[in-house]
DNA sequence: TCTGGGGTCCTAGGACCC
DNA sequence: TCTGGGGTCCTAGGACCC
């Protein structure tokens, strides 16, 4: 029996989940937000119709979304963060081979299923999907992952084909690699869509079809592989186990700029204490810690400065009160006064497993780890318990009154994560 | 006069993804 | 006025070592 995958992905994902708990959304267009009210990151059908492209700045379609009656939405993490655990427990029942590939996309592995049961049992996984949770999904069919995906994108463009492409049946194989452009390849960014019109493809089959050397020498081991995924020898594995991280980030844009130490260091303290809960959920710790901030180029006439600077501990760790202390040391090192700064992140790289990791001399740095791991289990559960930020250090960098913020000024109720927000229905 | 070769590690930058 | 955030992988080139 020849392998197959599929992938699945919601459509219009963030706004789905918007859709699910509020009805008079149906049909209507509707977009969702990034971080700090800034771009449209996910858009319905009826949103693109109206042109509202991918990464669109808000303030630039701000009155077409008005006079058009777009539904605008800022990002809810809290509930795009819940929704996909349901959907997976759908995919879960379908098959036991399972890789959760982004917020919104699985991996299966259908190869036990005989072919010609698969389009059939992709068709009811998409019914299932939309009976339990309210999600819209498509599914793709490949022999490898990159064909998968391929598929899934002609079954989200084709509405025809009732939301499943299987591109492991010849026919619809060779009727599709011909028609699509090779810039719809996964893996293939506007720099190597380039590239491969220089080789003169025009389509998925084209590039499928090039020389193996051709390629290396063009576009490295990356396109090779690519090559060969699309001819359906499989490079990629199914992965069902994430590996661990290898690093950490936390950088938000200020909604108003920031112009003095004592706001940046309240940023920045928060951003710590987010990287410490991140880093103890996966059990992970980290030895150096790097701080920045930097202004906005979209401040033209304005002085520029962009800074980072790398702290180093004396022994790895994820103690909220260590690394607080060790990016306020950050900022302190580098602050200029005379700036507009417009964000500011830390950032860890070389994660290492916290309870393996080398130790620090008694007496030369080392830290007390029991003590401190036991007042970070307290914090987390209150926080957990009572909402991120209910319980933060007493420590320099947090104050009373935040004079820092990120937007989300049009952010829908968190209605899977508060008893107080789920929705009631009344029935006659 | 003749002026090595091969290996590892690290970093920065590019490209891509959602 | 207003332009996101968080990841991964690959390569080239320099530093360093024996």
Redesign the pocket.
Known sequence: MSRAYTLSDGNSFYCSCERVFDARLARTPVIVL???D??A?ARTPEAKALGIRM?E?F?KIRDLCKSQGVRVYSSNYALYGDMPARVNTVYRGFSPRIEIY????SFLDLSDVREADRVTLCRDMRETVRAWTGIPTCVGIGATKTLAKLANHVAKKVPELGGVCDLTDPVQYDHWMARIPPEDI????????RKLEALGCESVADVRDLDTRAVRKAM???GERLVQELRGMACLDLEEVA?T?????????FSD?VENLATMEQAVATHAARLGE?LRAGGLGTDHVTVFFHT?E?DRDRPQRSVSSVVTLPEASNDTLVLVKACLHGVRKTWRDGYRY??A?VVTTDLVPLAASQRAFPGLGQLDRDHGAALMGALDACNRRFGRGSVVPGSAGFAPEREWS?KFDMRSPRYTTRVEKVPVVMAA
């Open positions: 990034s971080n700090n800034g771009c990151i990464g700045p303030f982004s917020i919104d996309e996964w893996g293939v960014g506007p720099p190597n869509a490295t081991v990356v590996p991280r290898k690093g950490c980030a936390v950088t938000r844009s700029r991140k906005s979209h417009s964000k992140g990120t």
